[in-house]
């Protein structure tokens, strides 16, 4: 188990160097001063997860190309599953929405922890 979590620390730690712009995006927008502190690329359970406000319990995903096939989406529900099962609440969106509607991103978020708070 401990070589497992050593190769998520590793792949997350990967992630946060290598983002990809809709994350870089994502990062400095979430940087708002109405807005809690989001992590990024943080391991819950044996997942990665884009941001997470662990004080908030909300996960923000953003969803590239690889998450349109029919088996990604089924991957992607069972692990949002799992993670609302641990009381995280979780938020997709795509890089095409990130890039071209941030503020309206932005606003989505601010309305769901307006809801959590």
Same mark, same amino acid.
């Given at each position: 188990?401990? +070589? @497992?979590?050593? &190769?998520?620390? /590793?792949? %997350?730690? $990967? /992630?946060?160097?290598?983002?990809? =712009? #809709? $994350?870089?995006?994502?990062?400095?927008?979430?940087?708002?001063?109405?807005? =809690? !502190?989001? *992590?990024?690329?943080?391991?819950? &359970?044996?997942?990665?997860?884009?941001?997470?406000?662990?004080? !908030? *319990?909300?996960?923000?995903?953003?969803? &590239? %190309?690889? !998450?349109?096939?029919?088996? #990604?989406?089924?991957?992607? $529900? +069972?692990?949002?599953?799992?993670?609302?099962?641990? &009381?995280?609440?979780?938020?997709?969106?795509? /890089?095409?929405?990130?890039? @071209?509607?941030?503020?309206?991103?932005? $606003?989505?978020? *601010?309305?769901?922890?307006? @809801? *959590?708070?």
């Amino acid at each position: 188990m401990v +070589w @497992k979590n050593l &190769g998520l620390r /590793n792949f %997350a730690k $990967e /992630n946060r160097r290598d983002a990809t =712009p #809709a $994350e870089t995006r994502m990062r400095y927008a979430l940087r708002d001063k109405d807005l =809690p !502190h989001f *992590k990024r690329q943080q391991i819950i &359970g044996n997942y990665i997860v884009d941001f997470v406000s662990l004080r !908030h *319990k909300l996960i923000i995903e953003c969803d &590239g %190309a690889t !998450h349109d096939s029919d088996r #990604a989406q089924k991957y992607d $529900e +069972w692990r949002d599953s799992f993670l609302e099962s641990q &009381g995280f609440t979780v938020l997709r969106f795509s /890089n095409s929405e990130i890039m @071209k509607n941030t503020d309206s991103v932005i $606003e989505q978020i *601010k309305s769901t922890l307006s @809801k *959590k708070i």
